[in-house]
């Protein structure tokens, strides 16, 4: 069984443009979870998806969005980019949403923020 | 505000050892708790998930153990080898003010294991 992959592996963007990564989850998952990690903040919760609806959101601004489609991949997307926006960008899959289901998570999005 | 910490935040040993790495979280409510390693400019292995009802959980070489109630979780690594060398993260899952559970990461523990 494939894992989950993320496209693009790496990414390069300039001060207020804004950019979209994607995540296709494991077969028959359905619940897709975003990290951002950074060296100074460690691994960050940004948001979950499940059934094309959001069920929770990190502390992040408003800048930071996502969705995901009825074949459960998922989408996030960061407008006007900052420099602190910089990190990489993680997405797990779990089979439900739930409170006993193991995550799997894939190789990650580098974004580069000059 | 939920923490999670661990402990050492860094590790170098000899190949052979057997090693301990220490997870502490401040909230007991935890619904399970993942051991990941990351290796470096990557993402996350899942190694171990240890639902709350259970007190340990083994996968070859490694086992990992809950209690609940003091807040704390071990990852032990038997007979230690080169190509154990990674990040290991500790991430319990817990339940938020919205009512929705979420992985809280720990910082880390960076393992080297020299031949």
């Known amino acids: 069984k494939a894992g989950v992959t993320q496209t693009p592996r790496y990414l390069i963007k300039t001060r207020g443009q804004q950019v979209t990564l994607s995540c296709s989850p494991i077969?028959?998952?359905?619940?897709v979870s975003w990290y951002q990690q950074t060296p100074g903040q460690g691994l960050q919760f940004l948001f979950e998806?499940?059934?094309?609806?959001?069920?929770n959101k990190g502390n992040f601004p408003g800048r930071f969005s996502g969705r995901q489609f009825s074949n459960s991949r998922s989408e996030m997307n960061v407008s006007t980019l900052e420099l602190g926006d910089s990190a990489l960008y993680l997405c797990?899959?779990?089979?439900?949403?739930?409170?006993?289901?193991?995550?799997?998570f894939g190789p990650g999005t580098r974004l580069t923020v000059l | 505000k939920q923490e999670v910490t661990q402990i050492p935040a860094a590790l170098s040993v000899p190949e052979g050892e057997n090693l301990v790495l220490n997870c502490s979280f401040t909230?007991?409510?935890?619904?399970?708790l993942q051991w990941f390693r990351q290796d470096p400019g990557k993402g996350l292995t899942s190694l171990l998930l240890?639902?709350?009802?259970?007190r340990e959980q083994t996968s070859g070489r490694l086992n990992a153990s809950l209690d609940k109630s003091s807040g704390r979780s071990t990852l032990y690594i038997a007979a230690s080898q080169p190509g154990d060398s990674a990040t290991y993260l500790c991430?319990?899952?817990?339940?938020?003010?919205?009512?929705?559970?979420?992985?809280?990461f720990g910082t880390g523990t960076r393992l080297l294991v020299s031949p």
């Open positions: 797990a899959s779990s089979s439900i949403a739930g409170t006993y289901n193991e995550q799997f």
């Open positions: 077969s028959g998952h359905r619940s």
């Open positions: 998806y499940f059934s094309e609806t959001q069920r």
């Open positions: 909230d007991s409510a935890i619904y399970n």
């Open positions: 240890i639902q709350s009802s259970q």
């Open positions: 991430a319990p899952k817990l339940t938020e003010n919205t009512g929705f559970q979420k992985l809280v």
